[in-house]
């Protein structure tokens, strides 16, 4: 068999099977939907559940809402509509008339629907049809749920068909059905032989495909092959380059690396000669290697990840020589120019410079024997590199630090005697006697340190001279600084007392006298737990204004021109600032310690208020729904009311005490949750109960009502197949709930149709039935 037919075969196979299976074309209603409302009374979600559920149960009811269908009766109505819409054998048409409250089910002549409904025992067997809708529809519809109606209906029609399905096959007229075919056996047989036809065609295109990806994977594992080797060659080409120069530490870390390597070499050497047998072998032969082929897939993924390491290990090491040559060059290239520059300075300045010239042979010995290192261990002279840079860096430094120095050296001199004139000015225009400071302290030992400087930069010693350059310049700043701070501060602590006298003279006339009398106002109201420790802190407050006002007294002195003493007459004045800051933090502390209180106070009187009115709600609920306390519930309503009196009747008494009733408040909290979700539980039980007596009176009713309305169909039926009702007698009967309308008629399509419905609205009337509005 070629491919060719094989898929031909497939094709006719296909077609057979779908001939066979495919399901009848359905007729539904115009707009190709089963439900049809033209009222609105459905949602579209409400809808699709709906024809989900015939879906789901298999039945085909096709369902019209309308709001009015004019003078015509439900039943001709009903019949002539079965008839426009041709709806097939195995199909029904639910009619609901919303303005008068009617229904009509139309059923085929002879369908399985109608069978099944005249064959159950629970329906009334002059009318069942009228009696299925008095049973199923009648009860949501009457509420105005058409949706549950319509759901129970469907629901119905699925249970008696099922139950009908379940029994012997019978006829309307209760004969048994003639079988079906004598060709079933035959039918069988085709269907069994298409099965291993259908069968054996896809074990063929199974095998097809397998060989197919099992040439394909050979394929892949030969380019990947191909690959790895060509990747472990070139490793192997570097790695022999690199093994030339390796010595020391470098020779180690190569090492590893060219173990690892031998190993998947060794590995990829066994491939060929097994990817050469399996190209040699049959395709069926070849398909029964595909485990082994999947394995060496695998072997091979493991082989890309150990190149893939292998690669980055090499190019680590080529990346710290490539970084260390570069190094090397920059710190050779910066040596070369320090070598010219000291070289022009001894020539210029006529001196040895022995210090410089014996550390530039010690560096550039080192910078020679790196090089030579790098070349065969290139780890280990990047490490000496890195730890001998800042020795290479601070020569090339002091190279360049040299001829600034010399011009520093010249310099220095002048600018000492400049400083000096400029202290001199100052001493003398501001009178200073310096009995605090000593700005010419330095100047002796200045013209030593000048002398170090210059036989330092003579032997090229560059580091001391800028030592002793930078100890020059320090002095300078400091004798220089001295004086002009203690000018600004003999200024500035003028301003200073004045400022502080005039804040002392404030706290004492105003600030004290306020706090004093928010104390009083608390005194009368609080109890002393609130203002006890405010108390003695302000009866000690004018001996700390006596000490501030000796701080300074004591500070004038030392400002004064005859003792000079500015700073520590500054350091005493900035203390006493501290003080006073303190102080007037202090008495608008409690200036406010009265206000303060008082809001803490108006606070709690509003809490007790509302806890009561919290209390009140929720018993005046529990009154609204005839509800007494007890138990618990009356339990923590009276605890709760005790603290709350008592918290008033300690807020009218005087000293008030606010910590204790701040405390008692959260257990009055307590008591009030527990006071609520008692009273909430309680109401909710109570309006469960009345909800289930609601239901079960509604039940009672609902049954009562049943019972009255079939003994009114009783009555009014008195026998006879389609007895009297709106219509006359047709081939059906039914019912209303409350009274209604029957009547019978037939479909002139398909064999017919017979049909029963009533009116599912309240109300009614014994008898012939009609309509209620």
């Known amino acids: 068999m070629n491919r060719r037919t094989s898929f031909t075969l497939a094709a006719i196979l296909l077609l057979m099977l779908h001939m066979l299976f495919a399901p009848p074309v359905q007729a539904v209603g115009p707009n190709g939907s089963y439900i049809h409302d033209e009222t609105g009374a459905l949602s579209g979600q409400e809808i699709s559940a709906l024809e989900a559920n015939m879906s789901k149960q298999g039945i085909k009811l096709n369902v019209l809402l309308v709001a009015s269908i004019g003078s015509q009766d439900i039943a001709s109505y009903s019949e002539q509509l079965f008839s426009d819409w041709g709806l097939a054998s195995d199909e029904g048409l639910l009619v609901v008339d919303d303005g008068i409250g009617e229904v009509w089910l139309q059923l085929p002549?002879?369908?399985?629907?109608?069978?099944?409904?005249?064959?159950?025992?629970?329906?009334?067997?002059?009318?069942?049809?009228?009696?299925?809708?008095?049973?199923?529809?009648?009860?949501?519809?009457?509420?105005?749920?058409?949706?549950?109606?319509?759901?129970?209906?469907?629901?119905?029609?699925?249970?008696?068909?099922?139950?009908?399905?379940?029994?012997?096959?019978?006829?309307?007229?209760?004969?048994?059905s003639v079988p079906r075919s004598e060709g079933s056996g035959l039918t069988m047989l085709i269907m069994i032989a298409v099965l291993i036809i259908v069968g054996a065609a896809i074990i063929i295109f199974a095998q097809r495909a397998k060989r197919k990806r099992v040439k394909s994977l050979l394929l892949q594992l030969e380019d990947?092959?191909?690959?790895r080797s060509a990747e472990l060659h070139k490793l192997n080409y570097e790695m022999e380059e690199i093994k030339k120069f390796s010595m020391g530490k470098s020779r180690d870390i190569i090492g590893d690396v060219e173990d690892d390597l031998y190993e998947l070499l060794q590995q990829m050497s066994r491939y060929p000669e097994q990817l050469r047998a399996w190209q040699q072998l049959a395709p069926s032969q070849l398909q029964k290697t595909e485990a082994s082929l999947h394995d060496m897939s695998r072997a091979l993924n493991d082989i890309e990840h150990s190149i893939a390491e292998l690669q980055s290990a090499v190019d680590k090491y080529k990346n710290i020589e490539a970084a260390a040559t570069e190094l090397l060059r920059q710190r050779q290239e910066s040596f070369a120019q320090g070598k010219k520059a000291l070289l022009a300075i001894s020539t210029d300045a006529e001196t040895t410079l022995r210090a410089l010239f014996d550390r530039q042979t010690e560096i550039e010995a080192l910078l020679k024997d790196i090089e030579a290192a790098l070349a065969f261990n290139p780890i280990e002279a990047?490490?000496?590199?890195?730890?001998?840079e800042a020795k290479i860096t601070s020569w090339v430094e002091d190279v360049n630090m040299y001829e600034h120095l010399i011009e520093a050296l010249r310099k220095l001199p002048q600018h000492i005697e400049q400083t000096k004139q400029k202290l001199d000015t100052l001493v003398s225009n501001e009178g200073l006697t310096l009995q605090e400071i000593s700005p010419y302290q330095w100047?002796?030992?200045?013209?030593?340190?000048?002398?170090?400087?210059?036989?330092?930069?003579?032997?090229?010693?560059?580091?001391?001279?800028?030592e002793c350059a930078n100890r020059i310049e320090h002095w300078l700043s400091t004798a220089l600084s001295d004086v002009t701070r203690s000018i600004s501060a003999r200024d500035a602590n003028i301003?200073?007392?004045?400022?502080?006298?005039?804040?002392?003279?404030?706290?004492?006339?105003?600030?004290?006298?306020?706090?004093?009398?928010?104390?009083?106002?608390?005194?009368?109201?609080?109890?002393?737990?609130?203002?006890q420790e405010a108390e003695q802190e302000l009866e000690q407050?004018?001996?700390?204004?006596?000490?501030?006002?000796?701080?300074?007294?004591?500070?004038?002195?030392?400002?004064?021109?005859?003792?000079?003493?500015?700073?520590?007459?500054?350091?005493?004045?900035?203390?006493?600032?501290?003080?006073?800051?303190?102080?007037?933090?202090?008495?608008?502390?409690?200036?406010?310690?009265?206000?303060?209180?008082?809001?803490?106070?108006?606070?709690?009187?509003?809490?007790?208020?509302?806890?009561?009115?919290?209390?009140?709600?929720?018993?005046?609920?529990?009154?609204?729904?005839?509800?007494?306390?007890?138990?618990?519930?009356?339990?923590?309503?009276?605890?709760?009311?005790?603290?709350?009196?008592?918290?008033?009747?300690?807020?009218?008494?005087?000293?008030?005490?606010?910590?204790?009733?701040?405390?008692?408040?959260?257990y009055v909290q307590q008591y009030y949750t527990q006071f609520h979700q008692m009273a909430a539980k309680a109401i909710a039980d109570k309006q469960a109960r009345e909800r289930a007596e609601q239901e079960r009176l509604r039940q009672l009713a609902q049954i009562e009502m049943m019972r009255r309305m079939t003994n009114q169909n009783r009555r009014n039926n008195g026998g006879g197949f389609g007895g009297g009702g709106f219509g006359g007698g047709g081939f059906g009967g039914g019912g209303g709930f409350g009274g209604g309308s029957r009547g019978g008629g037939g479909s002139f399509r398909?064999?017919?149709?017979?049909?029963?419905?009533?009116?599912?609205?309240?109300?009614?009337?014994?008898?012939?039935?009609?309509?209620?509005?």
Request: proline content about 2%; charged content about 25%; some cysteine.
């Open 109 to 176: 002549i002879g369908s399985t629907l109608e069978s099944a409904l005249y064959a159950a025992d629970d329906l009334r067997r002059n009318d069942p049809v009228a009696s299925f809708l008095e049973q199923r529809f009648f009860p949501k519809a009457g509420e105005g749920n058409y949706y549950a109606a319509i759901e129970e209906t469907i629901n119905g029609l699925a249970f008696y068909l099922d139950s009908y399905k379940s029994q012997p096959t019978k006829g309307t007229n209760g004969a048994a």
């Open 224 to 227: 990947r092959y191909e690959k």
């Open 382 to 388: 990047s490490t000496r590199l890195n730890a001998e």
């Open 443 to 466: 100047f002796d030992s200045m013209n030593g340190q000048l002398l170090t400087i210059e036989r330092s930069l003579k032997i090229g010693d560059v580091p001391t001279a800028r």
């Open 495 to 531: 301003e200073h007392i004045r400022a502080l006298e005039q804040a002392l003279q404030e706290l004492k006339s105003q600030r004290m006298a306020k706090a004093q009398q928010s104390l009083s106002l608390t005194k009368q109201q609080f109890d002393a737990a609130h203002w």
């Open 541 to 666: 407050l004018p001996q700390q204004i006596a000490q501030i006002e000796q701080q300074i007294k004591l500070s004038c002195q030392y400002n004064d021109a005859k003792t000079q003493r500015y700073l520590e007459a500054e350091s005493i004045l900035q203390e006493a600032q501290n003080k006073v800051n303190e102080l007037e933090a202090f008495c608008l502390e409690l200036e406010q310690l009265h206000h303060e209180l008082e809001s803490s106070l108006q606070q709690l009187i509003h809490r007790v208020a509302q806890e009561k009115s919290g209390f009140d709600h929720v018993r005046s609920n529990l009154n609204s729904h005839n509800l007494q306390m007890h138990g618990g519930m009356a339990d923590a309503h009276m605890r709760g009311l005790q603290l709350l009196n008592g918290i008033e009747q300690q807020l009218a008494s005087r000293p008030i005490m606010l910590d204790g009733m701040t405390e008692q408040l959260k």
């Open 750 to 773: 398909g064999g017919g149709s017979r049909g029963g419905g009533g009116s599912f609205r309240g109300g009614g009337s014994r008898g012939g039935g009609g309509r209620f509005k």
